[in-house]
């Protein structure tokens, strides 16, 4: 691509003018979170672009969708207006418009080093839901916990499962993580063991944030789907297997997962994802109707998993995956969740549940890796792992690979505190 | 008790100036929606009486919290503000006051008749969970599904089992549900079977609505659980028996629920609710020390569930059950919920499940009523019910019955429409 931005951009830059993810940016606590687009090693701020007169487009020109501290507004406009906001920055920030490029003052206002912002969640988030859509994670969990016959449960390969999660205890990256307390299964006939949890776990999830809704009682259509969504961020699910295995049976995860969830900060795009579309899998059995894409696509998007253990520099790649992997598409997932007209809002989040490849290295999540703690997973030279351990660094990294440049999601990133002591379970009050 | 409000209570009224329940309510579309509180056949308008400056006590004379379009931010300022504005209603309504009493003008302002206003939802609910703590709901369900032997799964008497439900299908009481499509169970190696569910359910519930939350990270005390509560509400589960049972393995319910969830629109304050504590059932075996109150109560509410069909003006009554029935107890649920570190917001809603009792007219469902459709209920004669039919309009009440008057929750009302027809199904496009 010849698109280049009048800012610099190093080759390797997740952020180069093909890219323009949007995320939502502090420069002081006591400053209004406010709306930007990153684009090298800056964050544009999009509040002082829309003061500036400058998205001058029919559907952006009047909104004050960009004077708000989340997203949401945005993204309850539509594609059209998306389609809009990006053309409008991809020539701002392009090399042959002097618009920016020539007006000091303007750059000076709206071009903000990164290193000099704090990010926040992009997205006021209504509803969160986890689908289940590796087949290689749902057979490797149905081995684990149900033995080998049969470890995908028959009603997997006809709807993407998913469960509700929690959206309260959704943090954004760089927020640590207290280790969670819970019952796990007794032995015999003692009470459940109670305490820290001793299985605690990463799941290498992407999200999809939705852009506009539906009404309830009213059914998003398969081919329509796509519409509805904005674009994607890394996530981690973290989860307590200890916690989680006594208590999901008969309905589902709970506070295995739900003590929290961390998201990348910066929103990509199906825009700007759309060059690295890629066949999804062959479905088989054939989808019901009410799941039959005209055109089945997945995106390729390479996927790491690094840890960091406490008081080290360097963190160790414990694996290589790929969004490519997943069985059950975007829109699959979009439909399925409204068939029976529940309503999407515009900010909801839709995790693909973990990201497994077929390799032995391409698993997503400690319990695969480690089967479920039997083979602990060497980091480094002596250095092993079952679980995680208190100040362990979790950090997930995603890109697609372009002509020239690099699409790419940041980082998701979350560190282990350990579990809080009783003195100082105080409780908030307002 | 002696307080006697002026104006006019029926005896049989939910509502005297011993209750005084909080909702939202418009006087026209084109108005902002504001808090009040119910009393006899009129809703006093809060953020009028805010205005004349009547809320004069040292936390509330300074706050905004009643000119809002919801109860969250009165909520967020805990138990003690909550105790202020009821002891400021209940002087002002009395009968020995003048303040309000001698004011026509004031009256004429802030008390509205009922039957002259919409209720809307009386919060925005972050987040919404659902709990499964009836003993007999969980013995007939494990039965109907998985057998007589061990119905009740292992984990059940160990901690409050619950599940994450979908907050933005949660609807105010009289809003239409649509009858949800969805998959349901194949016979053989058939593709499933998709449709309009056969197996459409009410669940008789109720709801804790949390007002003070807690911080990420920061379990709330079992013994200080109860101050986290701001009242309850009825609840009404909808259900697809036949989606839910084919989607529910391994995480737990989706779309069997998330087409629509009822509450009434008043909630009914913890001090209302005092007179009405009871002991709750002993339990066996003994929770861990997190689930050990020091004094273990629950509400004795009377629970009736009727069922009025299409064109009829009678409504039938299918169950009478109790609130007394829980096992797990309010402060429990919310001390599990907590436990990990996950944090409630003000405004979030715990429902107890399905509040079946011991006695076969005490069950809180059809599932339940008609065991799984196999013994059709009789509404009356020569009419009967496996599951619920377009048309239907299921009604929920609540009351306790109090010396001389009755402390009520009103109504949870809702009336199933068929199915969406394909050239019904448009999209929502904003």
Known sequence: MDLKSFIEV???????????????????PDLPPRPGVAIGEYVLDLSEI??????????????????????????????????????????????????LRDNE???????????????????????????????????????????????????????????????????????????????????????????PSAKLDFELEMAAVVGTGNLLGKP???NEAEDHIFGLVLMNDWSARDIQA???????????????????????????????????????PAPLPYLTEKESKNYDISLEVRIRPAGESDAHIVSKSNFKHLYWTLPQQLAHHTVNGCNLQPGDLLGTGTISGPEPESLGCLLELTWNGEKPLELA?????????????????GQCEGDGYTVGFGTCAGKILPSAEEKDLINYKS
């Open 10 to 28: 190093q080759p390797d830059s997740h952020f180069p003018i093909q890219n323009l993810p949007y995320g939502v940016f502090r420069t002081a």
């Open 50 to 99: 829309a003061s500036a007169g400058l998205f001058d487009g029919p559907l952006l020109k009047n909104s004050d969708c960009f004077n708000q501290p989340n997203l949401n507004k945005f993204l309850s406009l539509g594609r059209p207006a998306w389609k809009e906001a990006r053309a409008t920055l991809q020539k701002l920030l392009s090399s042959t418009e002097p618009t």
């Open 105 to 195: 003052a303007l750059r000076l206002k709206s071009l903000i080093p990164l290193k000099q912002v704090n990010m926040v969640l992009p997205v006021a988030i209504h509803d969160y839901t986890d689908f289940f859509s590796s087949m290689h994670h749902a057979k490797n969990c149905g081995t684990i916990f149900r033995g080998p016959v049969d470890p995908i449960v028959p009603n997997w390969f006809h709807l993407p499962i998913a469960y509700h999660g929690r959206a309260s205890s959704i943090v954004i990256s760089g927020t640590e993580i207290v280790r969670p307390r819970g019952q796990s299964r007794p032995v015999g006939d003692s009470p459940p063991p109670f305490g």
């Open 220 to 222: 998003v259509d398969i």
């Open 246 to 284: 006594w208590e999901y049976v008969p309905l589902g995860p709970f506070l295995g997962k739900s003590f929290g969830t961390t998201i990348s900060p910066w929103i990509v795009t199906l825009e700007a994802l759309e060059p690295f579309k890629c066949d999804a899998p062959k479905q088989d």
């Open 381 to 397: 030279n002596g250095l092993h792992r079952k679980f995680l351990e208190d100040g362990d660094e979790v950090v997930f990294t």
